[in-house]
């Protein structure tokens, strides 16, 4: 368990500093999995809707930075550009 939330501050810092689509994704994606695991393991759904917060952020950044239609754009990290 302290392995699984190291990899977790790791991913939230990598995330912060350089937002790379596919680190986003797997955000999302554990967050999401971690999240449904407690219904389908005989917990009340609302142990997945407590919990939306933690796979829909990252959802919605990876929305904000857009979903690439490459597999090479997943891995790359595209900086903002300033428009004067």
Request: no cysteine; aromatic share 20%.
């Amino acid at each position: 368990m302290p392995y699984i939330g190291i990899l977790d501050i790791i991913v939230a810092f990598f995330v912060l500093i350089f937002p790379i689509r596919i680190v986003v994704f797997w955000a999302f994606f554990w967050a999401f999995i971690t999240a449904l695991s407690r219904p389908i393991s005989g917990m009340e759904f609302i142990e997945f809707i407590e919990r939306s917060a933690n796979w829909s952020l990252p959802l919605v950044l990876l929305i904000t930075l857009g979903i690439p239609n490459t597999l090479k754009s997943w891995f790359i990290f595209e900086e903002t550009k300033k428009e004067s």
